[in-house]
């Protein structure tokens, strides 16, 4: 059966702290891993990781991929309160079929 | 337990004709929400219920689109008649109410043709 994991499942923080997200999967025929971040409504894309190794950033966020070790982080520096939010990971697979993971909830206190 | 399911996992329908998509949450959780993928990455939030009532149906493209959760437990989106735009990804998330995590489904891939 698919499924995705993340730790911690919740990470409280003081602004300027740098934080690791962790997600681990097993997915038949793996197409890509995402990563999204969650405040109120939908979930906002932030990344998009197909092949390991390459490290993609974003100003303070970046995210790398392991597809031997099939895990996949997400770091974020310098946290700022606006940073606090779930952090999901999917991952798709054969047929396109998505499998989320139960998230990160991140709190950054000021 | 058993998580979010959703049927069918996928749809495939000509323009005009209309599908209806069924998402049953974790027993228990009062709120479940409906969102969709339609193009690219992004995921696109479209109504959410509280238990029979819709809290927030402010994603809903228009009216062809009708969401119903009878009894509080399952909910359907029917889509009527349905338009080749409609084609995407349809994910159901439930929550407990107090909760903050959203537990998603699998997702119904939908194919307007």
């Known amino acids: 059966e698919d499924k995705v994991v993340q730790s911690p499942l919740s990470l409280v923080v003081h602004e300027g702290d740098t934080v690791t997200l962790n997600c681990s999967y097993e997915?038949?025929?793996?197409?890509?891993l995402l990563w999204y971040k969650q405040e109120k409504k939908a979930p906002t894309f932030l990344f998009m990781l197909?092949?390991?190794?390459i490290e993609k950033k974003s100003g303070r966020l970046s995210s790398i991929l392991d597809k031997k070790e099939l895990f996949s982080i997400l770091n974020i520096t310098a946290t700022q309160t606006g940073d606090s939010a779930v952090y999901l990971c999917a991952v798709e697979g054969y047929g396109q079929n998505f499998v989320f993971g139960p998230g990160t909830r991140l709190s950054v206190l000021p | 337990e058993a998580g979010v399911t959703q049927f069918p996992s996928h749809s495939v329908i000509e323009k005009g004709q209309t599908v209806t998509l069924r998402c049953d949450p974790i027993?228990?959780?009062?709120?479940l929400y409906w969102y969709r993928r339609v193009m690219g990455k992004e995921i696109k939030f479209l109504l959410h219920?509280?238990?029979?009532?819709?809290?927030?149906e402010s994603g809903m493209p228009n009216n062809r689109f009708l969401a119903e959760r009878t009894g509080g437990t399952y909910s359907t989106l029917k889509v009527q008649p349905a338009e080749l735009e409609d084609s995407g990804v349809y994910f159901c998330a439930s929550s407990p109410v107090d909760g903050w995590e959203q537990y998603f489904g699998p997702g119904t891939r939908l194919t307007v043709t």
């Open positions: 197909t092949s390991s190794g």
């Open positions: 219920f509280v238990k029979e009532s819709k809290q927030d």
């Open positions: 997915v038949t025929n793996f197409r890509s």
């Open positions: 027993s228990g959780h009062d709120n």
